[in-house]
């Protein structure tokens, strides 16, 4: 059975940094596409950052460019999402996702099969 596991959330002053992790369990991804996904209430689920994990190739939201990282391990079929200077419009439930196929954008939440429960960011002013 295919599980993803979230883990990191927290709440942070604004300008913080916290790091989700996102372990996979059930397989072993090599050239799936991995993606962090956030929601906040009455809002759709929004892509944040993807990577590819066979070739390492990673994607950005606008919103999040320079600020945030994603990065894999793949001997610890982990990927992580490092998030620095953080801003209160970034709160969210943060969501790990993944698909079996490659990623050249973003794709909609919809394209994604896989997905952990959340883990809860909240970054106060």
């Known amino acids: 059975q295919v599980q993803l596991v979230e883990s990191g959330g927290g709440s942070v002053q604004a300008g913080g940094s916290l790091r989700l992790s996102c372990v996979v369990s059930g397989y072993k991804y090599s050239r799936d596409c991995m993606g962090w996904f956030r929601q906040v209430p009455e809002k759709e689920r929004e892509g944040v950052a993807v990577?590819?994990?066979?070739?390492?190739?990673?994607l950005y939201a606008d919103s999040v460019k320079g600020r945030f990282t994603i990065s894999q391990d793949n001997a610890k079929n982990t990927v992580y999402l490092q998030m620095n200077s953080l801003k209160p419009e970034d709160t969210a439930m943060y969501y790990c996702?993944?698909?079996?196929?490659?990623?050249?954008?973003?794709?909609?939440?919809?394209?994604?099969?896989?997905w952990g429960r959340g883990t809860q960011v909240t970054v106060s002013s």
């Open positions: 990577i590819n994990t066979g070739d390492g190739s990673t």
């Open positions: 996702a993944a698909t079996m196929y490659y990623c050249a954008v973003i794709p909609r939440a919809s394209s994604f099969k896989y």
